[in-house]
């Protein structure tokens, strides 16, 4: 059972547009999302994250959405650069049964490719 | 700044010969966790540590175990690596649970060939 999906597997956008990039969960009781940027052999690097008490949280270009009632979040970059190709995961934590020890549940990821 | 170091970045070793990865943090974080990611998937959570309290994921195999010996190494042990054992093998770094402090930063990864 896939609790967190990121449906669209890859993602073309040309420099300078806008890319948004969407994740969908399951479990009610993820109340943390994180965005994750990841470059071939490296290990993923923190992009943005929210809580389940915001519905928007800002950081330069990224912004993240959070619709609770969907399930739903985004992420969106203004304006999209080159350099911002990579794959995109997002992920989930939250109390669960009363216990909870941060354990990240990611979606499959998005590759994000912005041409010059 | 390195927070979360990775060595070596990548292992090479053959069917059956143990393997060690090491993690090691200056971020001064409570929980250190292992991740095994391959191809493009999604990174699996092996196991982790809160300080020295070790917690297994149900589903990790025995052929893997971990060692803490203090706050800022971690390492993963690989006793009889197979063929399906090759991967990358990511380590993260929480400060502390709860919404915020969640946050987890992960090194950048060992690639692990088996031959």
């Known amino acids: 059972d896939q609790q967190v999906k990121q449906n669209s597997p890859s993602l073309s956008v040309q420099e300078g547009r806008i890319s948004i990039l969407n994740c969908d969960y399951t479990n009610s009781m993820f109340d943390y999302f994180l965005w994750y940027k990841k470059y071939p052999a490296e290990g993923p690097t923190f992009l943005i994250s929210?809580?389940?008490i915001k519905d928007k949280n800002e950081d330069g270009r990224f912004t993240v959405f959070l619709n609770k009632s969907a399930k739903h979040l985004s992420l969106h970059i203004v304006p999209s650069q080159p350099g911002d190709s990579a794959v995109y995961f997002c992920?989930?934590?939250?109390w669960g049964g009363g216990t909870s020890y941060g354990k990240l549940t990611f979606g499959q990821g998005t590759i994000l490719t912005v041409h010059p | 700044d390195a927070m979360v170091i990775q060595n070596p970045r990548y292992q090479v070793t053959q069917f059956g010969k143990p393997v060690t990865l090491s993690c090691s943090q200056t971020l001064n974080h409570n929980v250190m966790y292992w991740y095994q990611q391959k191809s493009s998937q999604a990174p699996k959570l092996l196991f982790h540590?809160?300080?020295?309290?070790?917690?297994n994921e149900a589903d990790t195999p025995d052929n893997f175990q971990s060692r803490r010996p203090n706050t800022s190494f971690c390492f993963l042990d690989i006793r009889s690596p197979g063929l399906g054992d090759a991967a990358m093998y990511l380590c993260?770094?929480?400060?502390?649970?709860?919404?915020?402090?969640?946050?987890?930063?992960f090194g950048p990864g060992t690639r692990l060939l088996v031959l």
């Open positions: 992920a989930a934590s939250g």
């Open positions: 540590y809160y300080d020295k309290d070790f917690n």
């Open positions: 929210i809580s389940s």
């Open positions: 993260a770094t929480v400060k502390e649970w709860g919404t915020e402090q969640e946050t987890q930063y």
